[in-house]
C-alpha cells in the first residue's frame, strides 16, 4: 500500500514538472511573437554584410549607426517612427550598424555617424536634410531625392573598388581585435603590441615582394649576356695610329682644298699668275740685296756682330723660301 502511494507521488510530481515546461515554453513563444510583430510594426530591417544586396532592388532609406553614438540613440526613435511608414509610402526603411559590419562602413565611405543614404534601383544617394519624420516622408513623397546628386560610379557601393575598400576595412577590425586580445588578455604593453605589428607587417611586406619578384623573372625570364670584348694594349695602339691617319688626311684634304682655291681666284688688275709670281721673286730677291749691303756695313763696324747678323739674315731666307706662301705663289711646273 505504502509503495503504490509512493509510486502514485512520483506520477504526480513528474506530470507537475512536464506541465511547467509544457508552459514555459508557451510563454517563450508567446515572447518570441510579441518581439516578431513589434519588429514587424517598426519596418526597420537590419542590414549587414549578408544581406544588404537585398537595397539594390526597390527603394531604401538606410542609416548608419553605432550603439555608442549620441546623435544615433537620438534618432532611433524617430527612425523606427518612419519606418512604422513604410508599407504606406511604398519603400523599405533599414539600418547598418557599424561595429558590426566594418566593411559596409568602407563600402559607403561613411565618415560621420549618424549617414543616411537613399537607394533606389541600385542608385546611391547621400541624404543631408533635417533629421525628423515629417522631413523623411516629404523627402520621399514629394521625390526629392531626384535633386540629389547621385554618388559616382567609380565610388558606388555595388562597384569592384569598393568592394576592395571594404576587405581592407574588415583586415583593420581584425587587426584591431587582435591588438585588444594582446593587450587585454595576454597582458602585453601597448608598445609591444605595435612592435609585433611592424615586425609583421616588414615580415609580410619581404614576402609579397620575393614572391612578385619570381613571377616577373618566370614572365620576363633575364637574357644571358654575350661574350664580353677585351682590349689589348695592341689593340689600343691600332685604333690610336688609326686615329692619327684620319686626322692628317683630314689636314691634308684641307690644304688641299685651300691651295686649290687660291689657284682658282682671278687675277688682280689684270695680271697673270706668272706675273704675280715674278714681282714675288723681284721682292724677295730685293730683300735679299739689301740683307747683303746690310751684313757688310755691320762686319766693318763690328766683324763678329756681323757674323751673327749673317748667320741669322740666311736663317730667315731659308724660312722664307720654305714657307708654305712661296711654295704655293711658284708656278708649278707641268
Not at 519624420?133 to 531625392?145: L, Q, V
Not at 661574350?227 to 695610329?241: E, I, L, M, N, R
Not at 688688275?269 to 723681284?282: C, K, L, M, P, V
Request: hydrophobic share 35%; with cysteine.
Amino acid at each position: 500500500m505504502e509503495a503504490g502511494n509512493v509510486l502514485f507521488g512520483r506520477d504526480i510530481t513528474t506530470t507537475m514538472a512536464a506541465d511547467r515546461r509544457r508552459g514555459t515554453l508557451l510563454i517563450s513563444l508567446l515572447i518570441s511573437l510579441l518581439i516578431t510583430q513589434i519588429a514587424a510594426k517598426s519596418g526597420v530591417i537590419d542590414l549587414d554584410e549578408d544581406n544588404w544586396h537585398q537595397m539594390l532592388e526597390g527603394e531604401w532609406m538606410v542609416e548608419f549607426f553605432a550603439p555608442w553614438c549620441p546623435a544615433c540613440k537620438a534618432l532611433k526613435p524617430i527612425w523606427k517612427d518612419f519606418a512604422s511608414w513604410s508599407d504606406d509610402l511604398g519603400i523599405s526603411v533599414g539600418q547598418v550598424d557599424v561595429t558590426t559590419s566594418p566593411g559596409l562602413s568602407g563600402r559607403f565611405m561613411v565618415t560621420a555617424l549618424p549617414t543616411i543614404y537613399h537607394v533606389k534601383d541600385g542608385v546611391f544617394r547621400q541624404y543631408r536634410g533635417s533629421r525628423d519624420k515629417d522631413e523623411f516622408m516629404s523627402f520621399i513623397e514629394e521625390k526629392r531625392w531626384e535633386e540629389v546628386e547621385e554618388v559616382p560610379a567609380w565610388k558606388s557601393p555595388a562597384s569592384m573598388q569598393m568592394s576592395i575598400v571594404a576587405q581592407f576595412f574588415k583586415l583593420s577590425m581584425v587587426l584591431r581585435s587582435v591588438h585588444s586580445v594582446l593587450v587585454e588578455e595576454y597582458g602585453l604593453p601597448t608598445w609591444g603590441s605595435y612592435l609585433v605589428f611592424a615586425l609583421a607587417t616588414i615580415l609580410v611586406g619581404a614576402l609579397l615582394g620575393l614572391i612578385l619578384v619570381c613571377i616577373i623573372d618566370f614572365v620576363f625570364p633575364p637574357k644571358a649576356p654575350g661574350p664580353s670584348t677585351v682590349v689589348t694594349s695592341a689593340g689600343q695602339k691600332a685604333d690610336d695610329d688609326e686615329e692619327d691617319l684620319v686626322e692628317d688626311s683630314e689636314v691634308r684634304a684641307e690644304a688641299n682644298m685651300k691651295e686649290e682655291a687660291t689657284q682658282g681666284e682671278p687675277p688682280e688688275g689684270g695680271r697673270s699668275d706668272n706675273e704675280a709670281d715674278d714681282n714675288d721673286e723681284r721682292r724677295s730677291g730685293a730683300s735679299d740685296g739689301e740683307g747683303k749691303e746690310d751684313s757688310q756695313a755691320e762686319e766693318d763696324k763690328d766683324s763678329q756682330a756681323g757674323d751673327e747678323e749673317e748667320e741669322k739674315d740666311e736663317e730667315q731666307q731659308e724660312d722664307l723660301k720654305n714657307s708654305p706662301e712661296v711654295r704655293r705663289r711658284r708656278p708649278r711646273k707641268d
